[in-house]
């Protein structure tokens, strides 16, 4: 079987003075290398969406899923012309009851208020061919949630952001990575296609579309060992 990597990016920049996780900030040259790499390499880097006909062993080829969580203005400023430039598509998932703000959820634990993208930057990220996923409406702990807040976190992002730009979406993204077999179930009954955890692994055909795992790229990932988590067992052996 042929692994499908999915990687997974947060924040793009410098990561800003006292912020904890800076493993969660990707350089921008650092990004800019990886994806050239890639390209030289011969591999398309999709959307989720586009890379599900992969994902479910219909088609094959060298291809890996990018993705960005959470839609800080940083994935728009500065991964978005990447993208462009090296004619890559990737997936941003978006809390779609916080655009223009900022991380409430995290922003105490990790000393760090990061900006949200707007509407209209939410917009241009789809207009730009990228796509557009959900990521709840507030960022809350889905098996924490009762069957009433699923609903309106789960389905509600979904139509928010649709209406939004116009585009349909498929692709679900669960924060912190927190789910149960109550909380998948849901995740599919709102519509979604497939969803994407924080476990760390390659996704390969056949795998269950509501549980994908994913590459944590992270700040210390340098060049090679970023191959080395794509190419490699290394980060199955991780999951
Ligand atoms: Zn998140």
Not at 37 to 65: F, N
Not at 93 to 99: A, E, L, P
Not at 133 to 144: C, I, V
Request: hydrophobic content about 40%; glycine content about 10%.
């Amino acid at each position: 079987m042929k692994n499908i990597p999915i990687l997974m990016y947060h924040n793009i920049g410098q990561p800003p003075e006292g912020a904890k996780l800076r493993g969660l900030y990707v350089r921008k040259g650092a990004f800019a290398r990886q994806m050239w790499l890639l390209k030289l390499l011969g591999y398309k880097g999709l959307s989720m969406s586009a890379a599900l006909p992969y994902l479910r062993g219909e088609k094959s080829g060298r291809v890996v899923a990018i993705t960005f969580d959470d839609g800080y203005l940083d994935t728009f400023e500065l991964a978005l012309p990447i993208l462009n430039a090296v004619g890559f598509n990737a997936t941003c998932y978006f809390v779609s009851g916080r655009s223009g703000q900022y991380n409430d959820w995290d922003a105490a634990t990790l000393n760090v208020q990061k900006k949200l993208m707007t509407d209209d930057q939410i917009k241009e990220w789809n207009a730009a061919g990228m796509e557009v996923g959900a990521h709840s409406r507030t960022h809350p702990r889905l098996t924490k949630s009762t069957d009433e807040e699923l609903q309106i976190e789960l389905a509600g992002s979904k139509t928010e952001l649709e209406t939004l730009t116009g585009a349909s979406v498929t692709q679900f993204c669960y924060p912190y990575g927190d789910l149960d077999t109550r909380v998948a179930q849901a995740v599919l009954k709102a519509g979604y296609e497939a969803a994407t955890t924080v476990q760390r692994g390659r996704a390969s055909p056949g795998d269950d579309l509501m549980r994908l795992k994913r590459i944590l790229v992270s700040g210390s990932s340098i060049l090679y060992l970023f191959l080395i988590k794509l190419l490699t067992k290394y980060e199955d052996k991780r999951g």
